[in-house]
């Protein structure tokens, strides 16, 4: 393997240069274009596969492992077993479709220099020490970069090619190289899953179509361990103010029938 092929990334490959001895060439390599048609609502919507990507957030033990942390508050992360489960076939049709596959999770620096007083509070609301970088389970620090709690739940698995972003706000976009990765990615479609919906996934979202991005919202392969309405009213949001929402089974096809037509 030479220094240039064990260097490259996605990313990489989307965004260079040619260079040669005639000079530098500008031109991005072309990306062949893969439409395909999705169900989505409030309509049906055509996407480029070629400039879209899979951002899947929070699917790791703090928040959906039973001896995680979000559990150790008492509450029920059952619910995110049927997130895992929709995820599992999305995942590898993603990856077959050339579709990158994003995992953005909450990964904070062990010291918290640069996280705000609010962040902070909001997940230890009572002060008495329960949030970021509280002792957990597997001598774990709680939300933590390089911790078990911010390793993926099992049941998930990442491939070689995948990509990894650590966020430490409810957004992965806030000072994270999130958006940058994906502009050099060339993608303008985001495809979002994960946990929970109406709070790191739905800001997360928030802010993708803020900065221009299109999104969707696969419901089933995210959710939420708030009541239902929340996640419901979650949907309606996004179909009402920033884009689309897709059940997961109809994701599954759109990319199956892309990936069958290609062979």
Same mark, same amino acid.
């Given at each position: 393997m030479t220094l240039e092929e064990d260097l490259s990334t996605p990313a990489t490959a989307r965004s260079? %240069?040619?260079?040669?001895?005639?000079?530098?060439?500008?031109? /991005? *390599?072309?990306?062949a274009e893969r439409a395909v048609r999705?169900?989505?609502? *409030? &309509?049906p919507v055509t996407i480029d596969l070629a400039r879209s990507?899979?951002?899947?957030?929070?699917m790791q033990n703090d928040f959906c492992a039973p001896d995680g942390w979000l559990a150790g508050w008492g509450i029920d992360v059952s619910g995110s077993e049927g997130v895992v489960s929709a995820l599992q076939p999305l995942l590898p049709a993603a990856r077959a479709a050339g579709v990158p596959v994003v995992w953005v999770n909450w990964g904070a620096r062990l010291?918290?220099?640069?996280?705000?007083?609010? @962040?902070?509070? &909001? +997940?230890?609301?009572f002060g008495d020490g329960r949030g970021i970088g509280a002792?957990?389970? !597997?001598?774990? /620090?709680? +939300?933590? /970069? $390089?911790?078990? $709690?911010?390793?993926?739940?099992?049941?998930?698995?990442?491939? *070689?090619? #995948?990509? %990894? @972003? #650590?966020?430490? /706000?409810?957004?992965?976009? %806030?000072? =994270?190289?999130?958006?940058?990765?994906l502009r050099n990615l060339r993608v303008d479609t985001l495809l979002f899953t994960g946990v929970n919906s109406d709070q790191c996934?739905?800001? &997360?979202l928030i802010d993708a179509a803020a900065l221009g991005y299109d999104v969707v919202l696969v419901d089933q392969a995210s959710g939420t361990t708030s *009541?239902?309405?929340? !996640?419901?009213? =979650?949907?309606y949001n996004t179909r009402q103010c920033y884009g689309f929402t897709i059940?997961?089974?109809?994701?599954?096809? $759109?990319?199956?029938?892309?990936?069958?037509g290609e062979r």
């Open positions: 260079r %240069w040619r260079v040669s001895a005639q000079g530098v060439d500008l031109r /991005r *390599p072309a990306l999705l169900e989505c609502l *409030p &309509s990507a899979l951002i899947v957030i929070d010291d918290q220099a640069n996280l705000p007083a609010g @962040v902070r509070h &909001s +997940m230890d609301p002792a957990g389970a !597997h001598d774990s /620090r709680a +939300m933590t /970069r $390089g911790a078990w $709690g911010a390793q993926l739940v099992d049941g998930l698995h990442a491939e *070689p090619g #995948d990509i %990894w @972003v #650590d966020k430490h /706000r409810l957004s992965g976009f %806030w000072d =994270t190289p999130l958006d940058s990765i996934v739905f800001a &997360s *009541p239902a309405y929340c !996640h419901d009213a =979650t949907l059940d997961a089974a109809q994701l599954l096809a $759109g990319l199956s029938a892309q990936t069958v």
